[in-house]
């Protein structure tokens, strides 16, 4: 259907797809209001490029399946993670996620019956002195799940043990440097915070950037 100049798809699902041709005149402002409408009626609206469409086919179709709750359901407690390399990541990302494979320091993934099912990468923390001295900000820079397969879990079951792997790493660090950081209580250790910047990638995929690399 048409509304106004626009193409939409709608799958009677809570979700639209607005499909947008490589050559068009819209602008970000216009498309976000476009969304921010339809939010308002508890709806979900993408942008489809059409280049993206004709280049990342098979992964758009992975993230709209997801999207539309087609995917198998697996429980994040019943998988074991492991750190993989950057060869294994790679080749999942490059396969499962829209925007491929980006170098990150940290990479994890949950295993199922020897199968790896899902894969998160992770930046090394670094110190916001802004927010205090004993914080430390990382991003979560990609998370992707097998195609079908919704890891119900997974993703916060991942950032914690990334979180884990942080905190000590930097107790590590801290006395390697004879900062003098003294470890006396709960209430005085470092407050990690692994920031797994989920709203910025939620912005990429409703604006755009859902079904387009920008970077």
Do not use: C
């Amino acid at each position: 259907m048409f509304i106004g100049d626009h193409l939409i798809i709608d799958t009677n699902n809570g979700v639209l797809i607005h499909l947008v041709p490589i050559t068009n005149n819209f602008n970000p402002i216009q498309l976000n209001e476009l969304q921010q409408k339809y939010l308002k009626e508890d709806k979900q609206l993408l942008h489809l490029w059409e280049d993206v469409w004709l280049t990342k086919k098979e992964q758009v179709l992975i993230r709209l399946n997801s999207l539309l709750s087609k995917n198998v359901g697996f429980h994040g407690r019943k998988t074991k993670i492991i750190e993989i390399d950057t060869l294994a990541t790679k080749s999942f990302l490059e396969i499962n996620h829209l925007q491929g494979f980006v170098k990150a320091k940290y990479a994890f993934g949950l295993l199922a019956n020897d199968e790896l099912i899902a894969v998160a990468t992770f930046s090394d923390a670094r110190p916001m002195k802004l927010k205090g001295s004993n914080y430390l900000s990382a991003e979560l820079v990609r998370f992707a799940s097998k195609n079908g397969v919704t890891v119900v879990g997974g993703l916060s079951k991942l950032i914690k043990h990334f979180s884990k792997l942080v905190q000590l790493l930097y107790h590590l660090d801290v006395s390697e440097n004879k900062l003098r950081y003294l470890l006396k209580d709960n209430a005085n250790s470092a407050s990690i915070i692994a920031e797994a910047i989920i709203e910025r990638q939620l912005q990429k995929i409703e604006t755009r950037k859902a079904f387009k690399k920008t970077d």
